[in-house]
């Protein structure tokens, strides 16, 4: 599991791509609407698998096996899932890319933000 800091930008990106994809109710056509909600959470979940590996390289002395082919099945997923989601179902790639850019978003509002301290001795 990411570390705090990670976690706390990780909410912080849901929390920016549920507020967009609510926005994009009242203010885009449904097509768009749906871009936004799934560009939110197609870019949730990128980040928080990109986190997931970089944690791991960084804590383990050797590099875990097989950690370059971990990143492109990342990446083969990643796109599979965008081309699907754009090509196959339709989603509107102006509110998939506006959804995705929850991540730039929460990343900036994360790093703004005080670190949590972790109470010790409790």
Do not use: C, D
Not at 74 to 87: H, M, R, S, T
């Amino acid at each position: 599991m990411p570390n705090a800091k990670t976690r706390q930008i990780l909410l912080i990106t849901v929390l920016i791509g549920a507020l967009l994809s609510l926005m994009s109710l009242f203010v885009l056509e449904g097509r768009h609407a749906g871009g936004v909600l799934s560009g939110a959470a197609v870019g949730s979940v990128n980040f928080f698998l990109i986190a997931r590996m970089v944690q791991r390289l960084i804590e383990s002395e050797t590099p875990p096996r097989g950690l370059v082919a971990r990143f492109i099945a990342k990446y083969l997923f990643v796109g599979v899932a965008i081309a699907g989601l754009i090509l196959a179902l339709g989603v509107s790639p102006l509110g998939f890319a506006l959804g995705f850019s929850n991540v730039p978003l929460g990343v900036v509002l994360g790093g703004l933000l005080p670190e949590k301290r972790e109470k010790q001795g409790q």
